[in-house]
């Protein structure tokens, strides 16, 4: 059993950055692939990042490869997602998740854990 708490979102200007931080509970963090998803209002939950249980691999969807970046903290426990360069168009929920098993994962369904969820407003 894992649980994530996820925290850092908040209120940003176009063009700035935040960092949001997912704590996960339990001693085998760092036997859990990791991702971030992100829902606006209206529209389906899509996939923004996601990294391997080493932190060795990521991924990330085109709509953030090059202002987002997803790393991960084993000894803390923590999963992060550095966010640069703001559009009103990121503006969501976005949640962090975890799967067992080494490897980077894309699909929603295929995570088994999942956190509240934290806003991230981009203002323009």
């Known amino acids: 059993q894992v649980q994530l708490v996820e925290s850092g979102g908040g209120l940003v200007q176009a063009g700035g950055s935040l960092r949001l931080s997912c704590a996960a509970s339990?001693?085998?963090?760092?036997?859990?692939?990791m991702g971030w998803f992100r829902q606006a209002p209206g529209k389906e939950r899509d996939f923004v990042a996601a990294?391997?249980?080493?932190?060795?691999?990521?991924y990330y969807a085109d709509s953030v490869k090059g202002r987002f970046t997803i790393s991960r903290d084993n000894a803390k426990n923590t999963v992060y997602l550095q966010m640069k360069s703001l559009k009103p168009e990121d503006t969501a929920v976005y949640s962090c998740?975890?799967?067992?098993?080494?490897?980077?994962?894309?699909?929603?369904?295929?995570?088994?854990?999942w956190g509240q969820g934290t806003q991230v407003t981009v203002s323009s």
């Open positions: 998740a975890a799967v067992p098993g080494p490897h980077t994962v894309v699909a929603s369904d295929e995570y088994d854990y």
């Open positions: 339990g001693r085998t963090f760092s036997s859990y692939a």
């Open positions: 990294i391997s249980w080493s932190g060795g691999n990521t």
